[in-house]
């Protein structure tokens, strides 16, 4: 990525003895970034400025891995807002009478035990794992940063109680909460299912956001502002935020997937979602005495699944790779 | 020459009449607790990076402050931008206590005081652009120029040698020098009175330094701003600067102007500090000069040595420097102005010496028995 960091301008040029008579050559070396328009200093041809949002957008572009995962992933968003377009009938309406029949035309994936359309549940399923997976992340970035962040900024002792506090949630383990405090609840949507991922996950992005935050604060660019009288606010919102989210943004993308796996686990637990609601795990759950006779029932909902996790990743791993400066 | 004298309080301002002073540290002390113990912690030492500066720096005057790493210059530059909150001591700015002062208080004060930092990566945010930088000082004290701020800013990039045009472009795009030079311009934008520069050039490449330093020169000498100007480089500082003071360990040593501290050195740490430059002239009638080797390391300023700091590593040291620690006095046969803190101070002068002196014994020894051999 040598082009991240040319600039271009040949400093080296001067005789380093000669500690008069040095500031002309401070024209000359204006002069010179001057003749090299785009070049090594690069700003686009329409005089664009870059920054290293729109480097990173250049460097994904690029990235098979995230052209891959980014279709994955659209097609799924897509396929959760109109399932219909795709899959006709009901993913509700079943037919006893067809129970664990394979492939036919109408039904490109078989049926379930329950004589369930496999194809039309499979589909229907995608809106319950990309709504918890979308909503979890974004409870679970949100307050984690926020509560992460500030402990980082001001430290002391509200930072110590917090850092206590993550700890505690990081004891608890997460299968064993989820079947504990879900197995309290009756509502069957998908709110407390969200609300149990949001409670147990935050820990992870306040640690990421409160090391990110420490990182960042301790720059001279921070120093800098705070010596010209900038208030905290301004110090948080314009140089420590935009400084220290790329790590957030990269354990939230990836987190993603491992809510939506973590859903299928707890609805196949029988304490996350509930029948008649449709979701992946659900779908595992009820074909999974039936793996003998009729794998597809199993086997479809099972592969979404890991297609949709693995996506996920991916894309958390290619947004990484194009964020960290590390590898600049 | 001005003769800004950094006296001990009860020795009074003596006999020559101080041009006006601009920034006045008295005793300026910062000391950073270590906390330790289990379960509950506690204070168990402190850091004694700063222990009693005095310090003058007048309108218009460049004051040199050099000393080794990890002797406390730059924590008095943080303490002075108030960047950091002293343990005790006085900071004054034309005329006004600023020691303590809050955000609030600092604020008519902040557009005066500015300071360059030693990196030039780190000290410029990498997610603005240089335009962003350089404007934020007006934002921050809701200064607007006449014409604007961006015209302002692209009067600024012009002073310090940049293209105007670089205005919406990122540090990124720039290499060290050039970054130091937007690190100036942002800190010449509201027309301060003092800059704190912490090593401003250090992290430069040498050929760079040069023309880092000119700018420099040449922006204090055009806008008569007094700069505070932090160092480890002897020749540097000698090229910049019309005032030095040399720090040890927390303290500074001795103080003078230009010439007392290049030609007529008093104290043995001076000396050896000086000889230490490396010289480039090749005169064949001149004698090479005396070369001092100090051994090991600064001592640790959690426990700094009794009576005078630089005992362990002094040749001259004898029992009174444990015991009593020196005042920083003008001391018989220095020039006004020119103050030394040393029982046994060297004589004034650069000249050769007999022999080299050489601090470490396993050192000696080794080019002892090299000689024999």
Redesign the interface.
């Known amino acids: 990525m040598s082009d991240h960091q040319g600039t271009g301008a040949p400093e080296g040029v001067i005789a380093p003895t000669g500690m008069g008579g040095a500031m002309d050559l401070a024209a000359s070396e204006a002069e010179t970034l001057e003749k090299t328009p785009g070049g090594p200093l690069g700003t686009g041809p329409a005089g664009k400025p870059r920054s290293l949002w729109s480097d990173a957008w250049r460097d994904l572009r690029r990235n098979p891995v995230f052209i891959i995962s980014a279709l994955v992933i659209l097609f799924l968003v897509f396929i959760s807002l109109w399932p219909s377009a795709i899959a006709s009938g009901s993913p509700l309406k079943c037919n006893l009478s067809k129970a664990q029949e394979g492939s036919q035309p109408g039904a490109p994936f078989g049926y379930d035990g329950q004589g369930c359309n496999v194809y039309t549940r499979t589909v229907y399923g995608a809106r319950t794992s990309v709504t918890v997976g979308v909503l979890a992340t974004l409870g679970v970035a949100i307050l984690g940063s926020i509560l992460g962040g500030f402990a980082g900024f001001f430290g002391g002792f509200w930072d110590s109680i917090l850092s206590r506090i993550t700890d505690v949630f990081f004891a608890i383990p997460v299968v064993l909460g989820g079947l504990v405090l879900l197995s309290v609840v009756t509502s069957n949507t998908v709110w407390p299912v969200i609300g149990f991922m949001v409670l147990l996950g935050w820990p992870q992005i306040s640690r990421i956001a409160r090391g990110s935050v420490i990182t960042a604060k301790q720059n001279d660019y921070v120093q800098a502002a705070r010596a010209l009288g900038a208030s905290n606010s301004r110090l948080l919102l314009r140089h420590i935020a935009p400084n220290a989210v790329a790590p957030v943004i990269v354990v939230a993308t990836i987190a993603l997937g491992t809510y939506i796996s973590l859903e299928a686990t707890l609805s196949y637990l029988g304490v996350g979602l509930k029948p008649p609601s449709v979701s992946w795990g659900i779908d595992i759950s009820a074909a999974s005495p039936y793996i003998r006779n009729a794998p597809h029932a199993l086997l479809w909902p099972s592969g979404a699944l890991a297609v949709t996790v693995l996506a996920f990743i991916m894309l958390g791993d290619a947004v990484r790779d194009a964020l960290d400066p590390k590898l600049r | 020459m001005s003769d800004n004298l950094t006296l001990p309080a009860q020795q009074g301002p003596a006999d020559v009449t101080p041009a006006e002073p601009l920034l006045e540290v008295q005793g300026l002390t910062m000391h950073f607790p270590i906390y330790g113990g289990f379960p509950i912690k506690r204070k168990v030492g402190a850091v004694q990076a700063v222990d009693g500066v005095d310090l003058t720096v007048g309108v218009g005057e460049s004051v040199g402050l050099v000393g080794e790493s990890g002797c406390g210059k730059s924590t008095t530059g943080?303490l002075i931008?108030?960047?950091l909150e002293p343990s005790a001591g006085k900071i004054t700015y034309a005329g006004r206590d600023i020691t303590h002062a809050s955000?609030r208080e600092?604020?008519p004060v902040?557009?005066e005081?500015?300071?360059i930092?030693?990196?030039p990566y780190?000290?410029?945010?990498?997610?603005?652009?240089v335009g962003t930088?350089i404007k934020?000082?007006m934002e921050?004290?809701g200064i607007e120029p006449e014409g604007g701020r961006e015209k302002r800013v692209r009067e600024l990039l012009e002073l310090v040698?940049?293209?105007p045009?670089?205005y919406?472009?990122?540090p990124?795009?720039?290499?060290?020098?050039?970054r130091q030079?937007i690190?100036v311009a942002?800190a010449l934008a509201l027309n301060p009175k003092l800059i704190v520069a912490d090593e401003p050039v250090s992290a430069l490449?040498?050929?760079?330094q040069?023309?880092v330093?000119?700018?420099l020169k040449?922006v204090q000498e055009e806008l008569g701003i007094a700069f505070l100007f932090i160092a480890h480089d002897l020749a540097v500082v000698r090229?910049f600067s019309q005032r030095v003071a040399v720090m040890y360990l927390g303290k500074v040593v001795e103080v003078g102007d230009r010439d007392a501290i290049y030609n007529r050195p008093r104290h043995p740490y001076t000396h050896a500090l000086l000889s230490a430059v490396p010289e480039?002239e090749m005169d064949d009638d001149a004698e090479p000069r005396e070369r001092i080797r100090l051994s090991g390391d600064v001592p640790s300023p959690i426990h700094p040595p009794s009576g005078c700091r630089f005992r362990t590593r002094c040749w001259k040291a004898q029992d009174k420097c444990a015991t009593e620690e020196p005042p920083l006095l003008q001391i018989s046969g220095n020039r006004a102005g020119h103050l030394t803190a040393c029982h046994f101070p060297e004589e004034p002068t650069t000249e050769a010496r007999d022999e080299d002196v050489i601090l470490d014994p396993a050192l000696q020894a080794l080019e002892g028995s090299a000689d024999q051999g």
């Open positions: 943080r931008t108030r960047l955000r600092m604020a902040r557009s005081i500015q300071m930092f030693q990196d780190s000290s410029l945010n990498p997610r603005q652009t930088i934020s000082p921050v004290n040698g940049l293209n045009e670089h919406n472009r990122f990124h795009e720039f290499s060290g020098g050039q030079r690190g942002r490449d040498v050929s760079i040069a023309q330093v000119n700018l040449k090229h480039v």
